[in-house]
T-cell receptor, first 115, second 114 residues
Framework: AQKITQTQPGMFVQEKEAVTLDCTYD???????LFWYKQPSSGEMIFLIYQGSYDQQNATEGRYSLNFQKARKSANLVISASQLGDSAMYFCAMRERARNTPLVFGKGTRLSVIA | ETGVTQSPTHLIKTRGQQVTLRCSSQ?????VSWYQQALGQGPQFIFQYYREEENGRGNFPPRFSGLQFPNYSSELNVNALELDDSALYLC?????????????FGEGSRLTVL
């Protein structure tokens, strides 16, 4: 069964600094996708970045990059140049095989950006 | 702005009652999923509908049921509410059959069961 582990319940980062949010996963399926979502206090889940298991390069989207280490089964999110608006919950998620199988989420990490 | 809207945003029910939550997604989003997010937890998959038929279900009892309509709207119904049903209920849709299949979420319906 697929599983997502986020070991950092909370993280603090100084404004303009970079921060890494950890995510490890477990699956026996060779084909899977990894996702990161941001959830502000409003509740809406905002898609940030995606990495496919067969992608050769680490995904990047603006200030977000995904440090994908397949052998270690880790998919850490790196946020560069943190902003106060980055303060939120961050969830790592995985989908096995077909694109219509459900996403399985980790428990999340609460990021607080300090001025 | 994901184009997914949910209603109501907040509601309070008592144990044993029934509730219907509604979701409207964008045209072309032929797959809709519902998730339950308890306080301090990640979202848990309830079920998924593809072209108006349920095609996946998580570990939730039959008193959780749903519908998807041709106009890309959907409903989540919960019967015989229990205190543990208090949570944020999130609706998510998937755009067509291309791309990585990321989910587009609404802002959720926060249900409190007293």
């Amino acid at each position: 069964a697929q599983k997502i582990t986020q070991t950092q319940p909370g993280m603090f980062v100084q404004e303009k600094e970079a921060v890494t949010l950890d995510c490890t996963y477990d699956t026996s399926d060779p084909s899977y996708g990894l996702f990161w979502y941001k959830q502000p206090s409003s509740g809406e889940m905002i898609f940030l970045i995606y990495q496919g298991s067969y992608d050769q390069q680490n995904a990047t989207e603006g200030r977000y990059s995904l440090n994908f280490q397949k052998a270690r089964k880790s998919a850490n999110l790196v946020i560069s140049a943190s902003q106060l608006g980055d303060s939120a919950m961050y969830f790592c998620a995985m989908r096995e095989r077909a694109r219509n199988t459900p996403l399985v989420f980790g428990k999340g990490t609460r990021l607080s950006v300090i001025a | 702005e994901t184009g997914v809207t949910q209603s109501p945003t907040h509601l309070i029910k008592t144990r044993g009652q029934q509730v219907t939550l509604r979701c409207s997604s964008q045209s072309g989003h032929n797959t809709v999923s519902w998730y339950q997010q308890a306080l301090g937890q990640g979202p848990q998959f309830i079920f998924q509908y593809y072209r108006e038929e349920e095609n996946g279900r998580g570990n939730f009892p039959p008193r959780f049921s749903g519908l998807q309509f041709p106009n890309y709207s959907s409903e989540l119904n919960v019967n015989a509410l229990e205190l543990d049903d208090s949570a944020l209920y999130l609706c998510a849709s998937t755009l067509g059959d291309s791309g990585p299949g990321e989910l587009f979420f609404g802002e959720g319906s926060r249900l409190t069961v007293l």
